[in-house]
C-alpha cells in the first residue's frame, strides 16, 4: 500500500479484528504459503498474547489474482472483440493487463483516483507496449458519465469502501446506476451489489436495472486455483 492511501490505511486500523492487505496480482497463495513456512508472515493472529488461542487473520486484495483474471476473461465473459471495458479504480492495473493478454477487447480504459497509481501504470503500459488498448486516466468515476454509458464492461473490484467516505461511496454508486445503462452491458464486481449497496440510502433499484448471471464456479485455473476465491466474483447485465 502507498502511503497516501491513508483512507484505507484508517479503514484497515478500525476493523474489529486485525486485516491484511496483500495484493492478489502480485502475491499468489502459494507465495504466501512460503512466506508463512519462512516465519516472514502470518495467516493467524493470538487472541491473548502468549496462548495458542489463535484466530485467522482477515486478508483483503484490492486486485484480482492472476487466477482470478483467467476465470474471468477465459470462462465469464463472452468474445469481447470490438467491446470496450472500464476497470473503476484500476489501481496497479491487473485487469487492464489481464484483458490485454486474455481478451481480444479493443480498449480497456482504468480510471483511478490515486496518482501515483496512474504512473505506475504508465510506466507499465509503455515498458510492455500496451498503448494501443489500455488507457488510464487519473479521475473521479463521477466525472466520467460518457464512458460508463459507452462501457460494454464494468469493473468493480472492492472499489470503493476503503477508499472513499459512505457520502462519497453513496455519491459514486449513484452515479454509476444512473450512466451504466447500457442495454447488456456487463457488470463485474467483488462484492455482490447487494453486498455493497446494502448500507446505503441510495434509492437503486437493482432488479429494474441489471440481472444477475448465475457463475459455474467449479473450474481447474492451475495448482493456486482457489474456488472460495472465485465464488466472490459476481457478474451482471444490464437490463
Known amino acids: 500500500m502507498l502511503s497516501s492511501e491513508h483512507q484505507a490505511m484508517e479503514k484497515m486500523q478500525q476493523s474489529t479484528k486485525p486485516v491484511v492487505h496483500m495484493d492478489a496480482f502480485l502475491y499468489e497463495d502459494s507465495l504466501v504459503d512460503q512466506l508463512c513456512e519462512e516465519g516472514t508472515m502470518s495467516r493467524h493472529y493470538c487472541l491473548s498474547c502468549g496462548s495458542r488461542k489463535t484466530a485467522p487473520l482477515e486478508f483483503i486484495s484490492h486486485s484480482l489474482s492472476l487466477v482470478e483474471l483467467k476465470f474471468l476473461f477465459q470462462h465469464v465473459l463472452p468474445d469481447l472483440t470490438g467491446k470496450m471495458l472500464l476497470d473503476v479504480g484500476s489501481r496497479l492495473g491487473a485487469v487492464l493487463f489481464g484483458g490485454a493478454l486474455y481478451s481480444s477487447a479493443a480498449r480497456l480504459i482504468g480510471v483511478e483516483m490515486n496518482k501515483e497509481f496512474c504512473e505506475l501504470q504508465e510506466k507499465m503500459i509503455h515498458k510492455y507496449h500496451f498503448t494501443d ?35 462519497a461511496q453513496t455519491r459514486a454508486w ?43 464456479y467449479n473450474v481447474y485455473l492451475g495448482p493456486d486455483t482457489d474456488n472460495e476465491a472465485l465464488e466472490s466474483i459476481h457478474v451482471y447485465q444490464v437490463r
Open 174 to 216: 449513484t452515479c454509476i446506476s444512473s450512466h451504466a445503462r447500457k442495454k447488456g452491458a456487463f457488470l463485474v464486481t467483488v462484492p455482490a451489489l447487494e453486498e455493497s449497496l446494502t448500507k446505503f440510502k441510495t434509492g437503486i433499484d437493482l432488479r429494474a436495472w441489471v440481472e444477475e448471471i448465475q457463475l459455474d
Open 133 to 167: 488498448r489500455i488507457q488510464v486516466l487519473h479521475a473521479d468515476i463521477c466525472t466520467q458519465a460518457s464512458l460508463l454509458q459507452d462501457a460494454d464492461v464494468i469493473v468493480l473490484h472492492n472499489v470503493f469502501e476503503y477508499f472513499l467516505d459512505e457520502k
